[in-house]
């Protein structure tokens, strides 16, 4: 009879149980990276509460108003208004077509009122008669110093502009009875406040500009502009 030793027993014991081995697990490191999620969250929003209390403080400190943009003076280089040399195509006594000649300068007037710089934009205004575009007034950007006014210059050249069928017959009529030409400028400036050294959301400012020139005299009858738009 052959009796195996208990160093053979234990072995064979090993053998029928395998070792376990040790299981790491992924745990921790997701609950790390939802917890620097949650710094970084609380720190975002800490951030933007702080900005807005800054601009709360600001704007109670500052607290700034809306710019003012004027249309301040009308010169007139001259104003001519042509009817066609050969009106064959129109009835007798009503023009087909009239041509306006034009050469006006705009003086603005921009005005600061508040405590900080402003920031104007580059702007484009529409002179119209009747509502037909005649031509465009530049004025470009600029930043204007706190409790400044400031005067801006531009020049709406017109050359020959034809005007057809019934505006034609105003504007001859205006011309030659009246001795008055209309005309409307308009157009939005956007400003930014500059507060230590950042720029707030645009500010839109309107002028709706109604002026009347004589042909005759080459000279300005009259000029008025309404707030929120034209009120003659």
């Keep these: 009879m052959t009796t195996r030793s208990s ?6 014991a090993a053998s029928w149980y395998p070792q376990r081995r040790p299981h790491y697990g992924y745990g921790g490191g997701s ?3 939802r917890g620097c999620c949650c710094c970084l969250f609380l720190l975002l929003t800490f951030l933007a509460l702080l900005a807005l209390a800054v601009a709360l403080v600001v704007v109670l400190v500052v607290k700034p108003r809306k710019p003012q943009f004027d249309l301040n003076q009308v010169s007139v280089q001259y104003l001519l208004v042509a009817s066609p ?3 064959a195509a129109a009835p007798a006594g009503v023009p087909g ?4 000649s034009l050469n006006i300068t705009l003086l603005f007037t921009a005005v ?3 405590k900080v710089g402003i920031r104007y934009g580059a702007t484009a205004f529409d002179v119209m ?6 031509g465009v007034a530049a004025v470009p950007g600029f930043e204007q110093p706190a409790h400044s006014t400031r005067l801006l210059q531009t020049r709406v050249i ?9 505006d034609a017959q105003d504007l001859i009529r205006d011309a030659a009875i009246r001795d008055s030409v209309e005309l409307r400028i308009t157009g939005d400036v ?13 500010v839109q400012v309107s002028v709706d500009c109604a002026i009347a020139i004589s042909p005759r005299s080459q000279s300005l009858k009259y000029k008025h502009c309404g707030v929120d738009g034209l009120s003659v």
């Design 85 to 87: 040399t050969s009106p």
């Design 190 to 202: 956007g400003a930014k406040i500059l507060v230590l050294g950042f720029s707030s959301p645009k």
């Design 7 to 12: 160093g053979d027993h234990h072995g064979n």
């Design 129 to 134: 008669y009747h509502g037909v575009p005649l």
């Design 112 to 114: 600061n009122p508040n």
């Design 158 to 166: 017109v050359d020959h502009f034809n005007v057809l069928q019934a």
């Design 31 to 33: 609950a790390s990276f």
């Design 97 to 100: 077509a009239a041509y306006l």
